[in-house]
Every structure is written in structure tokens, then in C-alpha cells.
T-cell receptor
């Protein structure tokens, strides 16, 4: 079955540590996205990529980094520069047009300990 | 920036009743989409309505779009306890340049359906 897989489901980060969230899709989608979800704030776009080896900042990119070396993979690194990283992170993918909607992964919950 | 704003923020109804959720947006759009999110899970695409459409149905879902008022509504008929979830509207803004766009999501509506 085609889909989008995020791992791990839960992640704990110590202060000053970088962590990487994985996102893999086998839908042959060109575009991939990372969102952060906080209670009461909906989804906020961190980074997106519409083609391999290219990506753009979203609304809240500071403290995050991404890479897009393969079509299937779009990992997100939460760096120590992100001062409030505790949140639910969602990865999504889509065709170039939005008319088929986005397919979301099941999310990674990151907690700072 | 978030363009879509849902209303109400929270809705509690009895099983069997209809649930109506509204979404307003600010700029011209290509399409508007509704998603559902169960607690602690990812979003699932429910239905899409194009800017030149006024109403669309899918099973127990009915979505309307009024581009003159820049608003949409999602109606879930004969609600079930399993419909309990958060619902998000997402807009695909129209760019004259024809550039590939991306969806902008609202903050969501929490729907509780009491058995």
C-alpha cells in the first residue's frame, strides 16, 4: 500500500541537542511538507520541497533544517537553536497540483526533557 | 500565514444530529479542502471543492462554497460518535503567475459527538 511514514512516533530531546525526524513516502509525490502543530494554533508550515534537491522556508523555519536528496525522503532536523521545540510534527506529500489533496503521515510528538 | 478561519472553535452535538462547520478566508482561491484529524493522528483528506463549484457531496458530507463571501461550510449529516475529531479547512490561494501553490490550514474545529 502506498503511504507516508513518519518515525519515530515519540521523541525526547535534551536541551542543546539536535534531533532528526524521518519522513518517507512511496506515493511518487513530487512535493513534501513539514508542519508543526501546537494546541490551539493549527498547522504552521516549517519547510516545503516541490522537487528533489530544492526546498523553501515556510512561516516558521528558524531553528529547523531539511534536506531533499531523494524524492521519497524529506527529513527534518530540529536544531538547538529552536528554543521551544515541544510540539506535534506532521509531514505531508502531494502531487504538484493541490487538486488531489495532501497525504499526511501519522506524526511525531517531540518533547524536550 | 493562516488564511482559513473555522467557526465555531468547538462543537458538541448528540449522535444523529447534523454538524455544521464554517470556514472563512481572505484571498482568491483555486480550491478549498476539508480535512479530519483524530486525536494524536495525521490529517485525512475529506473533500475538495473547486472555486467554480458551489456545492459538493460525498457520503454524509456536504460542502458549500460562496466565493463572493469568501466562505465555506461543511455539513456532516446524521452524525456518529466516530465522527468525533478535529476538522480543518485548507485553502489553495490563486496566483496570477500560475506558480505551484501550497495549502494554508486553519486552526481547526473540535467536534464532539455524544452517544
Amino acid at each position: 500500500d502506498g503511504g507516508i511514514t513518519q518515525s519515530p512516533k515519540y521523541l525526547f530531546r535534551k536541551e542543546g541537542q539536535n534531533v532528526t525526524l524521518s519522513c518517507e513516502q512511496n506515493l511518487n509525490h513530487d512535493a513534501m511538507y513539514w508542519y508543526r502543530q501546537d494546541p490551539g494554533q493549527g498547522l504552521r508550515l516549517i519547510y516545503y520541497s516541490q522537487i528533489v534537491n530544492d526546498f523553501q522556508k515556510g512561516d516558521i523555519a528558524e531553528g529547523y533544517s531539511v534536506s531533499r536528496e531523494k524524492k521519497e525522503s524529506f527529513p527534518l532536523t530540529v536544531t538547538s537553536a529552536q528554543k521551544n521545540p515541544t510540539a506535534f510534527y506532521l509531514c505531508a506529500s502531494s502531487l504538484p497540483s493541490t487538486f488531489d489533496g495532501y497525504t499526511f503521515g501519522s506524526g511525531t510528538r517531540l518533547t524536550v526533557v | 500565514s493562516q488564511q482559513g478561519e473555522e467557526d465555531p472553535q468547538a462543537l458538541s452535538i448528540q449522535e444523529g444530529e447534523n454538524a455544521t462547520m464554517n470556514c472563512s478566508y481572505k484571498t482568491s482561491i483555486n480550491n478549498l479542502q476539508w480535512y479530519r484529524q483524530n486525536s494524536g493522528r495525521g490529517l485525512v483528506h475529506l473533500i475538495l471543492i473547486r472555486s467554480n463549484e458551489r456545492e459538493k457531496h460525498s457520503g454524509r458530507l456536504r460542502v458549500t462554497l460562496d466565493t463572493s463571501k469568501k466562505s465555506s461550510s461543511l455539513l456532516i449529516t446524521a452524525s456518529r460518535a466516530a465522527d468525533t475529531a478535529s476538522y480543518f479547512c485548507a485553502t489553495d490561494p490563486f496566483y496570477f503567475t500560475g506558480a505551484n501553490s501550497k495549502l494554508t490550514f486553519g486552526k481547526g474545529i473540535t467536534l464532539s459527538v455524544r452517544p
